[in-house]
């Protein structure tokens, strides 16, 4: 919740939803039904035993037991922009609402930028896949910081970023957040030291992972909702992807490291520290001194609460949806046809699904 509060336009916290809810009234709800489906912009998706037709005649169905009206044009939410994290290190300090729960957690995230740019997923999904296993090992394993240690890159809201999750019931997240950094800086060395040979099997096991079957029909479909909901339809993205992980070198995830992990002028870091219940205003606890010198290369980290935030997000930009087009609904019978043709095509020469149509 802290981690949506701080990157998204605009986020309500549980209090707040909790606030919201005591205040509404019957005739609210009422109102709501009746105006929920005023205005809506339908998007269908039938996948498995059918043909063409079929599929048009159930999204046919929908419209008319629903009646919708049409929106005038269709667009993302504005409010689904993720916040131009500001260069530098952001702390948002938060405190758990359960008192029983003993553990302290972080959520350190580096934010790269556009989940647009397919190298950049590329390169920080394969940089990913070689330190995942080494850093569970370091902060697990041997300093056994907590039971949770992971870590992997994500693309959220059209951004791509890294992140670094522990959960720990002996350190606390200013602590686990040096040792993070710590580890970053003894294995930019590592992964120098590679051979060729031993960066390569890297790369094999990213595009192994990337190329395994589907094995459900569920699966299938989530994965082509997926590129329908984000508007980009790229049903042969994973072909794509493996040949951009094909022609990376070592020297390209050298580079990503340094100038989004390791050069501390240049990431742009958000850190979520979750503390245990009452533990920042108890004098009585000895606790890690956040020490620039050792968090973010001296330069003196920006801290938070849930209740700052919003007031230090109106000072940012926003990174704008990308979606592919806008939609006028006046030609989506035309869209629809280009994209079943479009599905049924790929599908055809998919070996995940047999004699399955897509609409």
């Given at each position: 919740n802290a981690?949506?509060?701080?990157?998204?336009?605009?986020?309500?916290?549980?209090?707040?939803k909790?606030?919201?809810?005591?205040?509404?009234?019957?005739?609210d709800?009422?109102?709501f039904?009746?105006n929920?489906?005023?205005s809506v912009?339908?998007?269908?998706?039938?996948?498995?035993?059918?043909?063409?037709?079929q599929?048009?005649?159930?999204a046919?169905i929908?419209?008319k037991?629903?009646?919708?009206?049409?929106?005038?044009?269709?667009?993302?939410?504005e409010?689904n922009?993720?916040?131009?994290?500001?260069?530098g290190?952001?702390?948002?300090?938060?405190?758990?609402?359960?008192?029983?729960?003993?553990n302290?957690?972080i959520?350190?995230?580096?934010?790269?930028?556009?989940?647009?740019?397919?190298?950049l997923?590329?390169?920080?999904?394969?940089?990913?896949n070689?330190?995942s296993d080494?850093?569970f090992?370091?902060?697990?394993?041997?300093?056994?910081l907590?039971y949770?240690?992971?870590?992997?890159?994500r693309?959220?809201?059209?951004?791509r970023?890294?992140?670094v999750?522990i959960?720990?019931?002996v350190?606390?997240?200013v602590?686990?957040?040096q040792?993070i950094n710590?580890?970053?800086?003894e294995?930019?060395q590592?992964?120098?030291?590679?051979?060729?040979?031993?960066?390569?099997e890297?790369?094999k096991?990213a595009?192994?992972?990337?190329?395994?079957?589907?094995?459900?029909?569920?699966?299938e479909?989530?994965?082509w909702?997926?590129?329908i909901?984000?508007?980009?339809?790229?049903?042969?993205?994973?072909?794509?992807?493996?040949?951009?992980l094909?022609?990376?070198t070592?020297?390209?995830?050298?580079?990503?490291?340094d100038d989004h992990?390791?050069?501390?002028?240049?990431t742009?870091?958000?850190?979520?520290?979750?503390?245990k219940?009452n533990y920042?205003?108890?004098?009585?606890?000895?606790k890690?001194v956040?020490n620039?010198?050792?968090l973010?290369d001296?330069?003196?980290?920006?801290?938070l609460?849930?209740n700052?935030?919003?007031?230090?997000?109106q000072?940012?930009?926003?990174?704008p949806?990308?979606?592919?087009?806008?939609?006028?609904?006046t030609?989506?019978k035309?869209?629809?046809?280009?994209?079943?043709t479009?599905l049924d095509?790929?599908?055809?020469n998919s070996?995940?699904?047999?004699?399955?149509?897509?609409?």
């Amino acid at each position: 919740n802290a981690f949506l509060a701080t990157y998204t336009k605009e986020y309500f916290t549980n209090e707040q939803k909790i606030e919201a809810v005591d205040s509404i009234t019957v005739d609210d709800m009422q109102d709501f039904i009746d105006n929920v489906f005023n205005s809506v912009f339908f998007t269908g998706f039938v996948h498995g035993n059918v043909d063409t037709n079929q599929s048009v005649d159930i999204a046919q169905i929908v419209n008319k037991y629903f009646d919708f009206k049409q929106l005038p044009n269709y667009n993302v939410d504005e409010n689904n922009q993720a916040l131009c994290v500001p260069k530098g290190l952001t702390i948002v300090q938060v405190e758990h609402e359960d008192e029983e729960n003993l553990n302290h957690c972080i959520f350190h995230s580096y934010q790269l930028g556009s989940a647009t740019d397919d190298v950049l997923n590329e390169v920080s999904y394969l940089f990913s896949n070689i330190v995942s296993d080494a850093l569970f090992r370091d902060l697990r394993t041997t300093k056994q910081l907590g039971y949770i240690v992971w870590s992997g890159a994500r693309s959220k809201y059209y951004t791509r970023y890294y992140r670094v999750i522990i959960q720990s019931s002996v350190q606390d997240p200013v602590y686990l957040q040096q040792q993070i950094n710590l580890f970053f800086k003894e294995y930019r060395q590592v992964i120098a030291d590679l051979t060729e040979e031993t960066f390569d099997e890297f790369v094999k096991a990213a595009i192994a992972i990337k190329e395994q079957k589907l094995t459900t029909l569920n699966k299938e479909s989530n994965r082509w909702w997926g590129e329908i909901i984000s508007e980009e339809y790229r049903f042969n993205r994973i072909e794509e992807n493996v040949e951009i992980l094909k022609s990376l070198t070592k020297e390209d995830v050298l580079q990503f490291f340094d100038d989004h992990i390791l050069d501390k002028s240049k990431t742009k870091e958000v850190s979520i520290h979750v503390y245990k219940r009452n533990y920042l205003n108890n004098d009585s606890i000895d606790k890690t001194v956040i020490n620039p010198e050792e968090l973010v290369d001296s330069r003196v980290p920006t801290i938070l609460n849930l209740n700052s935030i919003n007031e230090w997000k109106q000072q940012y930009d926003y990174y704008p949806n990308e979606p592919n087009e806008t939609w006028d609904v006046t030609v989506d019978k035309h869209h629809h046809e280009n994209l079943i043709t479009s599905l049924d095509s790929f599908s055809n020469n998919s070996n995940n699904s047999n004699n399955s149509n897509n609409s």
